[in-house]
T-cell receptor, first 114, second 113 residues
Framework: AQKVTQAQTEISVVEKEDVTLDCVYETRDTTYYLFWYKQPPSGELVFLIRRNSFDEQNEISGRYSWNFQKSTSSFNFTITASQVVDSAVYFCALSAYNNNDMRFGAGTRLTVKP | NAGVTQTPKFQVLKTGQSMTLQCAQDMNHEYMSWYRQDPGMGLRLIHYSVGAGITDQGEVPNGYNVSRSTTEDFPLRLLSAAPSQTSVYFC????????????FGSGTRLTVV
């Protein structure tokens, strides 16, 4: 069975602080995909990144970076120099190689205060 | 605009009533799914489909039916609504491409009284 754990329910930071959102996953598959989604206060779900199990390279996109470590089954997400617009609920998700059964973590609510 | 369209956006049902949540996508995606979002539980998979005529159950399928007669449409039917089905429902679609995640609809907020 696949499972995603986001142990941090809520995080509050002050603008310009760096913040890391943790994600730990469980799967028996050797091929799988990991995702991060953002849900701003407006409610829609926005795809941020997808990483497959064979690619452990870290990824950086502007102020966002992701650290994938198979050895610890983690796929952590760091926001550098956070901004108020980063306030949202962030979900980590895991799917099998055929992408038709995606499981989500419970989400981490990030609040960035000015 | 291309994307996933969900209707209605809001719905109130009485216990025991049935209804269908509509989902349509115009991106020719093979995969479509329904999720429910409840506080503290993230999104849980209800049903999914890998193509027209093919559906399967997710984590929480009880009380829901789906069908996929066309690539574009994937309606979710509540057979006999219960207060436990009060939730926000999201439809999602995807193609099998490493550079793609799911595209989600804007959600349907359902209240069962």
């Amino acid at each position: 069975a696949q499972k995603v754990t986001q142990a941090q329910t809520e995080i509050s930071v002050v603008e310009k602080e760096d913040v890391t959102l943790d994600c730990v996953y469980e799967t028996r598959d050797t091929t799988y995909y990991l995702f991060w989604y953002k849900q701003p206060p407006s409610g829609e779900l926005v795809f941020l990144i997808r990483r497959n199990s064979f690619d452990e390279q870290n990824e950086i996109s502007g102020r966002y970076s992701w650290n994938f470590q198979k050895s610890t089954s983690s796929f952590n997400f760091t926001i550098t120099a956070s901004q108020v617009v980063d306030s949202a609920v962030y979900f980590c998700a895991l799917s099998a190689y055929n992408n038709n059964d995606m499981r989500f973590g419970a989400g981490t609510r990030l609040t960035v205060k000015p | 605009n291309a994307g996933v369209t969900q209707t209605p956006k809001f719905q109130v049902l009485k216990t025991g009533q049935s209804m269908t949540l509509q989902c349509a996508q115009d991106m020719n995606h093979e995969y479509m799914s329904w999720y429910r979002q409840d506080p503290g539980m993230g999104l849980r998979l209800i049903h999914y489909s890998v193509g027209a005529g093919i559906t399967d159950q997710g984590e929480v399928p009880n009380g829901y039916n789906v069908s996929r007669s066309t690539t574009e449409d994937f309606p979710l039917r509540l057979l006999s609504a219960a207060p436990s089905q009060t939730s926000v429902y999201f439809c999602a679609s995807s193609i099998n491409d490493p550079n793609y995640g799911y595209t989600f609809g804007s959600g349907t907020r359902l209240t069962v009284v």
